[in-house]
T-cell receptor
């Protein structure tokens, strides 16, 4: 089955800095890669996703890059703000049908004001 | 409309008790997923429904875990004879005809 590794487990940055979270996956058949943000006491919320036919996708201050050959994908957050503090999860799955995503173990991002 | 809701939000059970956790998906969403999230970990897949059909239950950790979605809407996850290792947050997610899953707030189960 799929195995997703996520690093780092904790990331501490100053407000305004950039933050990068990296994930690797093992199953070359995976073609859908969502990123979730989970705040304390809440369920994960999708913030951005990317499919295997695209190498990069941006949405305001967040971007995701995908390297299919190396089987890794990354989340980039620019101009971080204290409200970006949360746990971020990457996931990998096969799009369509009864796809079941495999999640990474999460990165706790702390943005210091 | 409203998002995915789950009840109860918190449940404390004595070891050996049975519990039932409820999930109300987004109206019209055909797919429903249950996940177990241990402290400091990512969500782990338990089971998946498409409408009322349970298409995958490979993630259920033992036969003490049972899920149903009889009318293709509300789903219930039941855990019989709870054990301490069952303590976790149980997340429900639903999706329509796309890959995007919308998660509920979860039920935190503590087994004493």
């Amino acid at each position: 089955g799929e195995n997703v590794e996520q690093h780092p487990s904790t990331l501490s940055v100053q407000e305004g800095d950039s933050a990068v979270i990296k994930c690797t996956y093992s199953d070359s058949a995976s073609n859908y890669f969502p990123w979730y943000k989970q705040e304390l006491g809440k369920g994960p919320q999708l913030i951005i996703d990317i499919r295997s036919n695209v190498g990069e996708k941006k949405d305001q201050r967040i971007a995701v890059t995908l390297n299919k050959t190396a089987k890794h994908f990354s989340l980039h957050i620019t101009e971080t703000q204290p409200e970006d503090s949360a746990v971020y999860f990457c996931a990998a799955s096969i799009s369509g049908g009864s796809y079941i995503p495999t999640f990474g173990r999460g990165t706790s991002l702390i943005v210091h004001p | 409309g409203a998002g995915v809701s789950q009840s109860p939000r918190y449940k404390v059970a004595k070891r050996g008790q049975d519990v039932a956790l409820r999930c109300d998906p987004i109206s019209g969403h055909v797919s429903l997923f249950w996940y177990q999230q241990a402290l400091g970990q990512g969500p782990e897949f338990l089971t998946y429904f498409q409408n009322e059909a349970q298409l995958d239950k490979s993630g259920l950790p033992s036969d003490r875990f049972f899920a149903e979605r009889p009318e293709g809407s509300v789903s219930t996850l039941k855990i019989q004879r709870t054990q301490q290792e069952d303590s976790a947050v149980y997340l429900c997610a639903s999706s329509g005809y796309t890959d995007t899953q919308y998660f509920g707030p979860g039920t935190r189960l503590t087994v004493l």
